[in-house]
């Protein structure tokens, strides 16, 4: 049961444009979202996340933004850096449960 | 360096064996969770401890079991292993519920 869904596998941007990742979830009882990056042979790193009870969260590059009523979060990365080449997990959190998306591979070209 | 330590690293066992792997969770997290990972699979949650209690259960086998220890570290055993078993498993940490939880390495397991 994928309660949290990357529905896109890959995603190329061309450096220093904008790189929008989406994520869509099933429970509505979740209440807590976050981003992950993860490197290969890596445990994922932590990036962003915001509470159900925002729209919007910023730090730095990364930019988080949650639709309550379409269960839809999305990730902007903007300028996208070839550092940024990773893939990037969205996940959610209820009752004790953490559950993650299948993972979107984010590759920056130069 | 997340904070989170996992031992072993690299495990190569056969078919049918048994072992344990072990996560030290951040200082101060009471929260640990632990992840399976197949080649090209996403991260499959399979339980989840606070401060020593089950507090959550993916989609863990029957075959594999966790714990939490008093000194708040914890352990996932594996038994009767099969070929299918053989993945990337990550141990996860955070102060609580609602947080962001940081990742440990992982350790890579093979079975043959």
């Known amino acids: 049961d994928q309660q949290v869904k990357q529905n896109s596998p890959s995603l190329s941007v061309q450096e220093g444009r904008i790189s929008i990742l989406n994520c869509d979830y099933t429970n509505s009882m979740f209440d807590y979202f976050l981003w992950y990056k993860k490197y290969p042979a890596e445990g994922p790193t932590f990036l962003i996340s915001?509470?159900?009870?925002?729209d919007k969260n910023e730090d730095g590059r990364f930019t988080v933004f949650l639709n309550k009523s379409a269960k839809h979060l999305s990730l902007h990365i903007v300028p996208s850096q070839p550092g940024d080449s990773a893939v990037y997990f969205c996940a959610a959190t209820h009752d004790y449960k953490l559950s993650f998306g299948a993972g979107t591979t984010v590759t920056v070209r130069a | 360096d997340s904070g989170v330590t996992q031992t072993p690293k690299h495990l190569i066992t056969a078919t049918g064996q048994r072992v344990t792997l072990r996560c030290s969770p951040r200082?101060?997290?009471?929260?640990v969770y632990w992840y399976q990972q197949s080649l090209d699979q996403g991260l499959q949650f399979l339980i989840q401890y606070y401060n020593g209690e089950e507090r959550a259960k993916g989609n863990i086998l029957e075959r594999f079991s966790a714990q939490q220890f008093p000194d708040l570290h914890s352990e996932l055993n594996l038994s009767s292993l099969e070929l299918g078993d053989s993945a990337l498993y990550f141990c996860?940490?955070?102060?609580?519920?609602?947080?962001?939880?940081?990742f440990g390495q992982g350790t890579r397991l093979t079975v043959v």
């Open positions: 200082s101060g997290d009471l929260s």
């Open positions: 996860a940490s955070s102060v609580s519920e609602n947080t962001e939880a940081f």
């Open positions: 915001i509470s159900s009870i925002k």
